[in-house]
Structure formats: C-alpha cells, structure tokens
C-alpha cells in the first residue's frame, strides 16, 4: 500500500494547454507539498499547504496552483504550459513541521 | 527566504572509503536538517535527519553534523559500498509549520570499485 501516490506518472502534452496531476496520501499527514525537479536535477518547493495556511513560493508562475479538496489530497493544475514547465513534479506530504517528508514516486512533465 | 550551499557537485570516492558532503545555509530561524538520497528515476528518500537542538547524529555507517553558530552542516558515510551511489541532498526547513524544505543542489556520489 503506498504512502504518496502520484497520477500519472508521466505526462507529455503541447503548448498552451492546461493539465492537472493528482497527488494522494494515506499517512493521515496534515500537511502537503509540491517539488519540481528541474533536468539538472535541482529541487525547489513551489507550494506548502496545510489546513491553515498556504505557502506559495514567490518564483512560482500563477499558472500553477494547487487544490485541495480534502487533507489526503492536494492536487496541482497548471495553465497554459509552457517549454520550461518540462520536469519532474514531487508531491510531499508530512505531519506538521520539522519531522520527515515523505515524497511521491514524480510526475514526468514533458512539454512539446 | 532560506538558502542553502552544498559542496562539492560530485565526488568519487573508492569502495571501503569515507565520504563527506557540506553543506552551509542562511536563515538561523531554521531547525530541521534532512539528507536525502536519490537515485536515477527513483522520488528522494530520506536517509537521516537533525534537529537544530542536537549537535550530531548517527545511524550505523551515516552520521550528520550541525554547527548552528556557522550555519553548517555535514553527512558523512563511512565504509562506503556500490550500492551508496546515488545523488545526495541536504535541506533546511524554517520554523512555519506548513514552510517547504530549501534543497542544496545536489552531490553526485560516485563509488569507485
């Protein structure tokens, strides 16, 4: 049974469109985060989400943006993607701060 | 915000030998320091952690150090085997309870048979 739960696992799509991935957890965690990974393999956090409060990373277009539509799941839609959308997405889930976050498998973004 | 250095890019080491990764970072308000361990296609795994109120840590042939006055913080791994390689994170975490971790850029470790 998985932790953190990703679909799909890739996804490969043209310029201008919109697209969601989906990202769920079974940890009974509180709070929720997304990654991207770009393809020299930096990490960077793009949004923090917990039932008080969502932390949106400043550098993060307002093309992307998560939804949460209950505590297991928080799922991210962009718009009107772009080339420099192409990387892998990580969801992250943990319970409350300063304890370990535990990562989905990705999402391979690749933007034509 | 949080900014955290982590040196060198890649380093190989030989099999049986220790490795050591740095890492330095800004806000002193942070107080959680996870090491992450990727492998090619695989999501980061943690591999261990500290908090900002212990000075080091170990877990078998892992061990973190944390110097809060320098804002520094090491992994070493010991005995190294084939199997280590992989990419290696550090990160630093800020006291908000919903903050994000701000990731170093990566170390590609490389173990030489």
């Known amino acids: 049974d998985t932790a953190v739960s990703q679909t799909p696992k890739y996804l490969v799509t043209q310029m201008g469109n919109d697209k969601s991935i989906k990202c769920e957890q079974n940890l009974g965690h509180d709070t929720m985060y997304w990654y991207k990974q770009d393809s020299k393999k930096f990490l960077k956090i793009m949004f923090s989400y917990n039932n008080k409060e969502l932390i949106i990373n400043e550098t993060v277009p307002n093309r992307f943006s998560p939804k949460s539509p209950d505590k297991a799941h928080l799922n991210l839609h962009i718009n009107s993607l772009e080339l420099g959308d192409s990387a892998v997405y990580f969801c992250?889930?943990?319970?409350?701060?300063?304890?370990?976050?535990?990562f989905g498998p990705g999402t391979r973004l690749t933007v034509l | 915000g949080e900014n955290v250095e982590q040196h060198p890019s890649t380093l190989s080491v030989q099999e049986g030998d220790s490795a050591v990764i740095k890492c330095t970072y800004s806000d002193s308000a942070s107080n959680y320091f996870p090491w992450y361990k990727q492998e090619l296609g695989k999501r980061p795994q943690l591999i261990i952690d500290?908090?900002?109120?212990?000075g080091e840590k170990k877990d078998q042939r892992i061990a973190v150090t944390l110097n809060k006055t320098a804002k520094h913080f090491s992994l070493h791994i010991t005995e190294t085997q084939p199997e280590d390689s992989a990419v290696y994170f550090c990160a630093a975490k800020g006291r908000g309870g919903a903050d994000g971790l701000t990731f170093g850029k990566g170390t590609h470790l490389i173990i030489q048979p």
């Open positions: 500290i908090r900002s109120n212990v």
């Open positions: 992250a889930s943990s319970l409350g701060g300063a304890i370990e976050q535990f």
